[in-house]
Structure formats: structure tokens, C-alpha cells
């Protein structure tokens, strides 16, 4: 599985914003210099961080962008499934967006080996993702704190 270039942007955006958490404002274009993100994708970016209500932004001379939830609350998982959806690599395994398989050979049957083995994968990319906060991912931190799941 692989995760888009919105999602790596995104998560090297927010090292910055976690960076500065608490204090004022950082611009978009310093966190596009320091990170090397193309300005005009950062912007898209960061509106939907914005929209999703894990950033805020603030016009002037001393403006920018500012990260309003504590990066101990904030998980990969969140950020991910914000900017890419779901984790799951195949929709019937989704627990956020599940989708029908209508052409699976198994829709009907009690067994599907393909979702007992994607569903496994899905829990193993969320236990990781949603298991490491803002927080922990600036640290360096190699063993997440435990959170109970939703």
C-alpha cells in the first residue's frame, strides 16, 4: 500500500506546524521552503487540514497557519484518512467507508479469503497510524503510546 504525495506533504507540514504549536502563526510559504513542498499543492493542503478542523489560519502581516488541537490528540491516522480516505486497500475491509464488492465471487458466501487477509492488513496500518500522535512522530518516538480505538 501505498500512500499519496498529499498525505506525505501533509505530514511534513504538519512536523512544522507541531513545531510551532503554542506560539504564533507559521506562513505557508516558509513551511513550503523548509519542507520543499510545491506552494500551490501545500495550499490545497492545508485548507483541508483547515476544513477538517485541525488547523487555523489568520490574515495580516503576522498570519499564518497554526495547528489548534494538541499533536498529542491529533494521530497519522487522522491526517491520513483526511487527506487520502480510507486505509483499507480494498473497500469491504473499510471500517470508515465500507463499500460493497459487487463483483466478488464471494459477496454471497460466509467466507471471503481476500477480506480475512485485506481485513488484517487494514488493522495492521491502523494500529500503527492511530497509535502515533503529532506528538510522538516530531519525537522520533519508536514505541507509540497505546490509545483505545473508536
Known amino acids: 500500500m501505498k ?15 507541531t513545531a510551532v504549536y503554542g506560539k504564533d502563526p507559521i506562513r505557508r510559504q516558509q513551511i513550503a521552503d523548509r519542507q520543499h513542498i510545491p506552494l500551490v499543492f501545500l495550499e490545497q493542503i492545508l485548507l483541508a487540514l483547515k476544513h477538517a ?9 503576522s ?25 483499507a486497500p480494498i473497500g469491504c475491509v ?5 463499500r460493497k464488492c459487487d463483483d466478488c465471487p464471494y459477496v454471497k458466501k460466509a467466507y471471503c479469503p481476500l477480506q480475512e487477509v485485506m481485513g488484517g492488513v487494514r488493522n495492521a496500518i491502523a494500529d500503527i497510524l492511530d497509535n502515533h500522535s ?17
Open 3 to 17: 500512500f499519496s504525495k498529499k498525505s506525505e506533504y501533509g505530514l511534513r507540514a504538519l512536523i512544522e506546524l
Open 53 to 61: 478542523g485541525l488547523l487555523a489560519s489568520t490574515r495580516g502581516a
Open 63 to 87: 498570519g499564518g497557519y497554526a495547528l489548534i488541537k494538541p499533536p498529542s490528540k491529533v494521530t497519522l491516522g487522522q491526517v491520513i484518512r483526511i487527506l487520502d480516505g480510507p486505509l
Open 94 to 98: 473499510s471500517k470508515t467507508a465500507y
Open 134 to 150: 503529532l506528538e510522538d512522530f516530531i519525537a522520533g518516538a519508536r514505541s507509540p503510546r497505546k490509545r483505545s480505538r473508536k
